[in-house]
């Protein structure tokens, strides 16, 4: 009798144990910070109660990200990683992404064409999964007449208290190849751009954004080149920051979503790829990011319209998207310009 019952609970044992590794789980690579927090409140938690697939995030920098894509390449260890717009190209360069597959996430049906990232070949590499901008952000205390370009950084009024995100910043290589555009220069001259920084006297450079806001709150800058986002969380602390879009356009790039090359668990992938673009997702990310929508169809309350990056009555039309293909081939040239630079060399 004692053998029988012992047999019971070996094999009840056996049971849940082989249930608890039956649960599915994916391994994610994503933000950190308050991004990261509004990924788990968006996604990754409503994902987890529809599906019962079970999430396990990795909070890390786009470029780390990469970085540990290319180390595991062999035997990948994440499954879906979240990636910023200029390392997603990088990282379909290094052949670290899968194809993501639109019948097993029919959800990207929904997705506007811009923010369905195709290989030359036409496979599908990675999705937006919202837009967001650096425009002009400036103390409204100091400057009551809202700046309306870029030229505006350059009013002497200004001078040593202008804040601008540095190379290390994903936003800082295409704002100074904005910059050398708006000087005359192209990427192959940055000449025109460098010359023409010489005359702006920053006071900062900043790699991450909590950098600029302390610039900001402390009062060493009045006005420079910032994240939407952050302008729109440092008004809503209490401090008479405001956000302009130049005329030239925010310089502006997007979250996106990748499924790792030699993922084990392609299926479970796709479903966490078909759930984050879905509407009820992309507008809650809008709301607590102030992140556009790149799904079509997303109703947004006007106040949270109103802090879309292309603007109340905007679109994606409105955004100068950086041309990450070109900009990455010349990459190295215009970080070690602009680096330089922001050293005062």
């Not at 870029?150 to 936003?171: F, H, Q």
């Not at 005359?199 to 600029?212: I, K, N």
């Not at 008479?240 to 030239?248: D, G, L, N, T, W």
Request: net charge negative; aromatic share 8%; proline share 6%.
């Amino acid at each position: 009798m004692k053998k029988t019952a012992l047999s019971v609970v070996v094999t009840m044992l056996a049971t849940a144990g082989g249930t608890a590794q039956a649960n599915e789980s994916l391994n994610v690579s994503a933000y950190g910070g308050s991004w990261g927090d509004a990924l788990q409140a968006c996604i990754f938690t409503p994902f987890e109660e529809a599906t019962g697939i079970d999430v396990v995030v990795e909070p890390s920098a786009s470029s780390v990200t990469l970085s540990k894509l290319q180390a595991e390449a062999s035997s990948p260890i994440m499954d879906v990683a979240w990636m910023d717009g200029g390392v997603s190209e990088l990282a379909r360069d290094s052949g670290v992404v899968a194809p993501i597959d639109p019948s097993l996430a029919p959800g990207l049906a929904g997705v506007i064409d811009q923010a369905k990232y195709k290989t030359e070949g036409g496979g599908i590499y990675a999705v937006g999964n919202g837009y967001f901008a650096v425009g002009i952000v400036y103390n409204s205390e100091e400057i009551t007449t809202p700046p309306t370009s870029w030229e505006d950084l350059w009013n002497a009024e200004y001078a040593g208290r202008v804040i601008l995100p540095s190379a290390v910043n994903s936003i800082g290589v295409p704002i100074f190849a904005a910059f050398n555009a708006l000087a005359g220069g192209t990427l192959d001259d940055l000449t025109p751009g460098i010359e023409k920084m010489k005359t702006l006297e920053p006071a900062l450079f900043f790699d991450s954004s909590g950098v600029a806001n302390s610039g900001f709150q402390t009062g060493e800058g009045v006005i420079g080149a910032h994240y939407a986002t952050q302008a729109f969380t440092m008004a809503d602390g209490g401090l008479p920051i405001a956000y302009a879009i130049p005329k030239e356009g925010a310089m502006a790039s997007d979250i996106r979503i990748h499924i790792v090359k030699g993922t084990k668990n392609s299926e479970a992938a796709h479903k966490l790829v078909d759930f984050a673009v879905q509407p009820a997702q992309a507008g809650c990310l809008a709301t607590r990011l102030q992140v556009g929508p790149s799904t079509s169809g997303v109703e947004l309350p006007p106040e949270v319209a109103a802090r879309m990056p292309w603007g109340a009555d905007g679109s994606i039309d409105d955004l100068a998207v950086a041309d990450w293909t070109a900009i990455n081939a010349y990459r190295d040239a215009l970080s070690e310009a602009w680096t330089r630079l922001a050293s005062g060399n």
